[in-house]
């Protein structure tokens, strides 16, 4: 059974930082592509960060040099935000499948606050 288990989501000031962390169990992140996606108030998910699984990364224009995605041996995926902005409060997901852009699994969300 896959889970990804999202943590490190919390409160934060505009200008400041945090680093998303998504735990994978039933899978391994190294063999597929992994993805962070973001629903704020009001609107449709997107698509944030993605990492395929020759360890390209590629970012959203909107996050572009603030927002950076990795994984490492510990089997988990992370999404370390700089420079946070009030609009990117939202609900923020990790997901896993053959594409980061079509993902087949998800976490069930940590929620990102980030006040002006």
């Known amino acids: 059974q896959v889970q990804l288990a999202e943590s490190g989501g919390g409160l934060v000031q505009a200008g400041g930082s945090l680093r998303l962390s998504c735990a994978a169990s039933?899978?391994?992140?190294?063999?597929?592509?992994m993805g962070w996606y973001r629903q704020g108030p009001g609107k449709q998910r997107e698509w944030v960060a993605g990492i395929s699984r020759g360890g390209s990364a590629n970012h959203a224009d909107s996050v572009k040099g603030r927002f950076s995605i990795s994984r490492d041996a510990k089997n988990t995926v992370y999404l370390q935000m700089n420079s946070l902005k009030p609009e990117d409060t939202a609900v923020y997901y990790c997901?896993?499948?053959?594409?980061?852009?079509?993902?087949?699994?998800w976490g069930q969300g940590t929620q990102v606050t980030v006040s002006s």
């Open positions: 997901a896993a499948g053959s594409s980061s852009r079509s993902p087949a699994y």
């Open positions: 039933g899978i391994n992140v190294v063999f597929n592509a």
